[in-house]
């Protein structure tokens, strides 16, 4: 998966970050249903920094850590 660590910046990243496009878009990331990650995860996921950000979510779901979000999922998003 990814080298870098789970810094707090790229929690704050993965809380706000909103899809671009399709069915789920302007959803945030954290919040894509698991299916949806999962379908990704075996198609591949888009290049750059919207697949870098996918692939941690897909992680973070699929360990059951999403409620690590929860308090950064109360503040206003801008993406």
Known sequence: MNDQPLTPELMQALAHYTMPFGKYKGQRLISLPEPY????????????????????????????????????LEQPHDS
């Open 37 to 72: 990650l999962v379908w990704f995860a075996q198609q591949g996921f888009p290049d750059g920094k919207l697949g870098e950000l996918m692939q941690w979510v897909y992680e973070i779901k699929t360990n059951g850590l999403e409620y690590l979000f929860e308090p950064l």
